[in-house]
């Protein structure tokens, strides 16, 4: 098998995947083998030569000074592993379901955008006959508000699980402009609140993300790896009104985005399975 097989077996699989890992425990984009083998517990050596033989593949790119980062491969795997995500017609399906098991609540998914700094982006939504900007959400609002993860229920539920590296950039990061009074301005009160986040699987919130409007999400996660979120937004909400039913709904619609192992269908593709 040559110089890339000289390792051998499921301990060096097992080594390279912790290479791997650590690039996204590590703050910056570029490392050398003595940073890495900090992080992995590995030896230089080892380290250098897993680097070196995924540059041959593609997985991490070689830059100067003996840095290296994740490469286009890396990529190429993630994309790859979207290609099985629930088409449109299965996700629509979804939110309208938990519109309708909420009384009519704002259904949204939300992805995890790593482009432009760790944000989130709306995908989809279910709002039934309501007009958004009537209700003051505007095309802005959804564009520029949504998208920190800092803000509401729907990003701290995906903050909650990103690695500590990522999580401290969002913590870095001012309030965005426009948002409620329940927004978590102290980042050790906004801490513990993911703690719980992790705790319970849900994140709720009291005029977080705007005045007059209360959130309730759960992460869409798949095998471990956090995806983005399932929200619901109601008016006039206070945080122990929030009915066990429709939290139990929340997570529900989060699990149907959720593969049902890693070969079967999407646990998505059985609308109104609550």
Request: charged share 20%; with cysteine; proline share 5%.
């Amino acid at each position: 098998m040559g110089k890339r097989g000289t390792l051998g077996g499921s301990a060096h699989a097992d080594r390279v995947f912790r290479v791997q890992r650590a690039f996204t425990e590590v703050e910056g984009q570029m490392h050398g083998p003595g940073e890495l083998a900090e992080v992995t517990g590995l030896d230089d050596s080892t380290v250098h030569r897993i680097l070196q033989s995924g540059v041959y593949d593609g997985i991490f790119a070689r830059e100067g000074h003996g840095l290296y980062r994740l490469g286009a491969g890396a990529a190429r795997l993630g994309l790859k592993s979207l290609a099985h995500a629930p088409n449109e017609r299965v996700v629509h399906a979804v939110l309208e379901d938990l519109h309708a098991a909420t009384d009519g609540g704002l259904a949204f998914l939300f992805a995890l955008a790593p482009f432009g700094g760790a944000g989130k982006q709306c995908l989809d939504m279910a709002v039934g006959a309501s007009d958004l900007s009537e209700l003051g959400i505007t095309h802005k609002t959804l564009m520029e508000l949504c998208r920190s993860l800092r803000t509401g229920a729907a990003g701290r539920a995906i903050l909650a699980y990103l690695p500590k590296v990522i999580q401290g950039r969002v913590l870095a990061e001012p309030d965005p402009d426009g948002a409620g009074p329940g927004a978590y301005r102290d980042n050790e009160r906004l801490l513990a609140s993911l703690e719980s986040v992790r705790k319970d699987g849900i994140a709720v919130d009291v005029e977080e993300w705007s005045a007059g409007w209360s959130g309730c999400a759960a992460p869409v996660r798949w095998d471990g790896l956090i995806m983005g979120s399932v929200a619901v937004l109601k008016p006039g909400y206070d945080v122990s009104a929030w009915p066990g039913a429709a939290v139990h709904a929340v997570k529900q619609a989060a699990a149907r985005f959720t593969p049902a192992d890693d070969d079967g269908p999407w646990s998505a593709e059985a609308p109104g399975s609550y």
